[in-house]
């Protein structure tokens, strides 16, 4: 086993809480130093005798904290900016006696963590009767191997459900059921990314999209973004781009919405090239100034855009459900990488959601929910206004709001020390291949307005030090 990393199969702790935990304690302690290469998340994954996902979904947190940074073509690194004072145990003097260490909620769970949803508004008993339920009525049949593509009832419910709220063009048999989008994502590369091929991706964009890509041997181009979201010009006149990774309705991270006049040019480029868009729809939900808006594969009479979405920030993150909405084409292909990965998903998971979309519970859920995220999310605002002096970027979507600091801090020390008060932000930095810009991603869905305005404080207070 990785020597730097404990791991003990037969905790209760989730497998991917403890590699992120393993890892990010050898950083601090110095077992793992700036600069140094870490096994890929395959090779980590067999050494461990454990599924891929969970050393992906670490990973992805490390790479999102400022802890790891992926470097095209080469791998996964420590980053090489951690300081000297992270990278050696603290020493008990040079902690202020007029300030003693403040009990910290974990990071996961923490207010600014991004993409954290109101676990604490989830409907926990109505799930658990329904639970009960299909635990009990399970048939034999349904307790052999499902079918790769998944629970053929869900993917009709999730088709009506994308018909009608996203102007998602598709039918029960386009749906392929996932353990989440980063699998999707997986599955994207595996599938349209022949080793050797150039992926376009956001610049800044989501990290985890695109480690996931290159994983599968293709080469990351940095496509700028800017008010209106992808500039489609600059996937022209390069070297030939197979495919695109975008995010039109609520850009990651940066939170603008692709314009129309953009949208239909990313389409006809994608119709001119043969390229293909993989459209990543991670939380357009919830929207606060409009309605939300269609997704960009209801543009699409070309059939160039492969739709991905999840249910972890409109239900919980721990579900593991997602959904690739596939060319029929294409389905073929993306069902041999699905099965090689994984088999097929759990079916009572699918049984339980087939029954809370067909009841209508997602969608009284979502519209509770907006409402609330609206109030958290001026919560957030205010409190940056006030106590943190900073202003945010975007705030007409989404679960998150990002907000630029002066040029020349460093967002990962700001991540950091906020951090250890308690304070779980994301460095915008982390998001960008090329001339990163400082800036924080503060996640407000989990997070009471109560908390948020403490947060702010706490933020306002690293700030001035």
């Known amino acids: 086993m990785t020597t730097y990393l404990p791991f003990d199969r037969r905790s209760a702790t989730p497998f991917y809480r403890q590699i992120y935990d393993g890892v990010r304690a050898s950083i601090v302690a110095g077992r793992l130093r700036p600069g140094q290469k870490l096994p890929s998340t395959r090779a980590l994954a067999e050494d461990l005798e454990i599924s891929r996902l969970p050393v992906v979904l670490a990973f992805e947190q490390l790479l999102h904290e400022g802890y790891l940074e992926g470097r095209a073509g080469s791998g996964t690194y420590v980053a090489a900016s951690i300081p000297d004072e992270l990278t050696t145990p603290a020493r008990k003097a040079t902690i202020p006696k007029s300030k003693p260490p403040r009990e910290t909620e974990p990071p996961q769970l923490g207010a600014f963590r991004v993409s954290l949803p109101a676990l604490d508004q989830f409907p926990r008993a109505l799930w658990s009767r329904i639970v009960a339920r299909h635990a009990k009525t399970m048939s034999i049949e349904q307790m052999a191997y499902g079918d790769p593509a998944g629970h053929h009832p869900l993917r009709a419910a999730i088709a009506d459900y994308l018909r009608t709220a996203r102007a998602v063009r598709c039918e029960a048999d386009d749906v392929l059921i996932v353990s989440g989008s980063q699998m999707a994502l997986q599955i994207c590369a595996q599938a349209l990314l022949p080793r050797g091929t150039t992926v376009g991706v956001e610049d800044p964009g989501y990290p985890g999209a695109g480690e996931a890509l290159i994983r599968a041997g293709a080469t990351r181009v940095a496509i700028p973004v800017d008010d209106e979201g992808l500039t489609v010009d600059a996937l022209d006149g390069r070297k030939r781009i197979h495919a695109v990774h975008v995010t039109p309705s609520h850009q990651y991270p940066l939170g603008m919405s692709m314009t129309a006049s953009r949208?239909?040019?990313?389409?006809?480029?994608?119709?001119?090239?043969?390229?293909?868009?993989?459209?990543?729809?991670?939380?357009?939900?919830?929207?606060?100034?409009?309605?939300?808006?269609?997704?960009?594969?209801?543009?699409?009479?070309?059939?160039?855009?492969?739709?991905?979405?999840?249910?972890?920030?409109?239900?919980?993150?721990?579900?593991?459900?997602?959904?690739?909405?596939?060319?029929?084409?294409?389905?073929?292909?993306?069902?041999?990488?699905?099965?090689?990965?994984?088999?097929?998903?759990?079916?009572?998971?699918?049984?339980?959601?087939?029954?809370?979309?067909?009841?209508g519970h997602l969608t009284r859920h979502v519209r509770r929910m907006r409402v609330l995220y609206e109030k958290r999310r001026d919560a957030l605002v205010r409190g940056l206004r006030e106590h943190a002096h900073l202003e945010p970027y975007n705030a007409d979507a989404g679960l998150h709001v990002t907000s630029f600091l002066p040029e020349g801090t460093n967002d990962r020390e700001v991540v950091r020390e906020a951090a250890r008060r308690g304070v779980y932000a994301t460095a915008l930095s982390t998001c960008y291949l090329r001339r990163p810009r400082p800036g924080l991603i503060l996640g407000f869905g989990g997070a009471t307005e109560r908390r948020i305005a403490a947060a702010c404080r706490t933020l306002g207070e690293v700030l001035r030090a």
């Not at 979405?309 to 593991?320: E, I």
């Open 263 to 359: 949208r239909i040019a990313l389409l006809d480029w994608a119709r001119r090239t043969n390229g293909w868009i993989i459209e990543d729809d991670y939380d357009s939900e919830y929207r606060y100034a409009s309605r939300p808006l269609g997704a960009l594969q209801g543009m699409d009479a070309a059939s160039r855009v492969i739709y991905i979405g999840s249910f972890s920030k409109v239900l919980f993150p721990s579900l593991r459900v997602g959904y690739i909405v596939v060319p029929p084409e294409l389905m073929a292909a993306f069902l041999r990488e699905r099965e090689a990965i994984d088999l097929f998903s759990p079916i009572l998971e699918q049984l339980v959601l087939t029954e809370f979309l067909r009841d």
